[in-house]
């Protein structure tokens, strides 16, 4: 079995079969152009404990490189330098002008106190400060699996702290609370792009008929994966915007099904309050923890960690669409025998692209200092109040209350920020889709979006003179 950073190179190598970029440069675009690995100290209690860890500057190609860190006790520098190459490859997909980077911190959060937790990400900070690994125009973190909003206020915290007066220290890293430098939208940012991702590719007549299935998301059975940060929005956004029937979902503790479909909230709520999916009411729990993966389903969302869909249970998917949230689900062997049985797989470097983009919009907004829809909200509003009053004189009819308000609001920071992931999974879609349909041979989304990021990267790199 390919190992994950393997595998991305495969994908890689078999997009570069279908280009025509110099040697030398597509070597240039596959390597890590910076590793660090580190052990620090933290105290827990009385001991002291040894940790782990790494930051990966995939591509310097653009700066600042931009990428999530990740708390598990699983993490190694293969891993690391494949989340950190799927990046760079992510934020050329959707237009995001940055290089790509991952962090791997090496401890499993569920065993960690809130305390714990706060000192070993303080202390990965202060490692990346004294390297010169961190920093708005340098490398700007974000959350990853094991990580949110919190670690991310102490990461600014601790570098404010080291960077008395930098002016732009807000930006140093994204995903971070409202309150303190965040962005409205970056929580649901990766669900809610999943989200449009699929949405997209059930628009597209001609590819989902092949999987037999019809045009759009409403009424389409959905199997999810992991109930974190990403698959949970993933889920409630589905089935409250796209009507999508959630009909089972895999958790560290089990898998829970009901064929008649089950309240994504309801179950987001549950499991906060009991710790467990297990139980949920009208639920059955199925016999092993990763079942929900096996059931027919139009849509799977694999939301949890790289490597679930393998060459050892590949065969027993019967999904229509895989809709990889999570990054790297799909091992390239499972990858190659499940496209060529006819399943669509939607790929993770354009899937879950919705996080990197709006923390792109949080990073503008920081070293902007200006919250999105402040200076033009109310100006909106007063030229549409005009256009409407100007209407009624003109008919001579009132126009309902209702649509009075819904014609003269001004975009909020919200609007704006769910108006821009849309337009960007619906572009990034648009691209890759006509990229597969063009070019002779080439059998899947994933080899066409590896298509569009290396020659966005390679024209880069060739626009800075490096390689002529
Ligand atoms: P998270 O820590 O919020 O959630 C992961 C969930 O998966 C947890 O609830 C965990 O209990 C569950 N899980 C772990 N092992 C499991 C297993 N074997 N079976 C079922 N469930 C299991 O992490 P996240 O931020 O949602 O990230 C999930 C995936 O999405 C990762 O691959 C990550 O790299 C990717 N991703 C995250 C973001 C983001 O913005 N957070 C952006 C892009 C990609």
């Given at each position: 079995m390919s190992s994950f950073l393997g595998s991305v190179q495969m994908n890689f190598n078999k997009a570069a079969s279908f280009m025509n970029v110099p040697s030398g440069l597509l070597e240039q675009i596959r390597v890590s152009n910076a590793v660090y690995r580190m052990n620090f100290p933290v105290r827990f209690g009385n001991t002291y404990k040894v940790i782990e860890a790494y930051r990966v500057q995939h591509s310097h190609h653009r700066l600042p490189t931009k990428g999530g860190i990740r708390f598990s006790e699983h993490v190694n520098q293969n891993e690391v330098e494949a989340l950190a190459a799927l990046m760079t490859y992510k934020c050329a997909i959707a237009d995001v002008p940055f290089g790509g980077a991952k962090g791997g911190v090496k401890v499993n959060a569920r065993e960690l106190t809130e305390k714990q937790k706060e000192r070993v990400t303080r202390r990965y900070t202060m490692e990346l400060i004294k390297r010169n690994f961190i920093g708005p125009a340098i490398d700007v973190p974000a959350p990853d699996y094991g990580t949110g909003p919190k670690e991310m206020a102490w990461i600014l915290d601790t570098y404010a702290t080291f960077k008395?007066?930098?002016?732009?220290?807000?930006?140093?890293?994204?995903?971070?609370p409202v309150n303190q430098h965040g962005i409205r939208g970056r929580t649901e940012a990766t669900g809610r792009g999943v989200f449009y991702g699929i949405r997209e590719l059930l628009s597209q007549k001609n590819e989902v008929k092949k999987a037999g299935l019809d045009t759009g998301i409403a009424g389409k059975t959905m199997v999810v994966q992991g109930l974190g940060n990403v698959g949970s929005y993933t889920a409630k956004i589905s089935t409250e915007e796209g009507d999508v029937k959630l009909i089972a979902v895999a958790e560290y503790e089990g898998s829970i099904y009901n064929p008649k479909g089950i309240d994504a909230q309801a179950l987001i709520d549950y499991r906060k309050e009991n710790?467990?999916?297990?139980?949920?009411?009208?639920t059955k729990t199925l016999p092993n923890r990763d079942d929900a993966l096996f059931l027919e389903c139009d849509i799977l969302v694999?939301?949890?960690?790289?490597?679930?869909?393998?060459e050892g249970n590949m065969k027993k998917i019967k999904a229509k669409i895989i809709a990889?949230?999570?990054?790297?689900?799909?091992?390239a062997e499972a990858d190659e025998y499940l496209t060529r049985k006819g399943v669509i797989i939607i790929p993770d470097v354009y899937l879950n692209a919705g996080g990197v983009t709006v923390s792109y919009f949080e990073w503008l907004k920081d070293i902007s200092h200006v919250r999105f829809g402040r200076l033009e909200k109310r100006f909106q509003e007063q030229q549409a109040r005009e256009v409407v009053n100007l209407i009624e004189r003109i008919t001579g009819k009132k126009i309902d209350k209702r649509d009075r308000q819904f014609i003269a609001k001004g975009a909020d920071e919200i609007d704006i920020v769910r108006s821009g992931l849309e337009e960007t999974m619906i572009t990034a879609f648009d691209q890759i889709y006509s990229i597969k349909r063009k070019k002779k041979n080439v059998e899947s989304l994933r080899t066409a979006a590896f298509i569009n990021a290396l020659s966005k990267v390679a024209n880069d790199y060739m626009s800075l003179g490096i390689f002529p």
């Open positions: 008395t007066g930098e002016i732009n220290a807000p930006a140093c890293v994204t995903g971070k710790g467990t999916i297990l139980g949920f009411p009208g694999p939301a949890a960690l790289e490597g679930v869909i393998h990889e949230a999570a990054n790297g689900p799909v091992t």
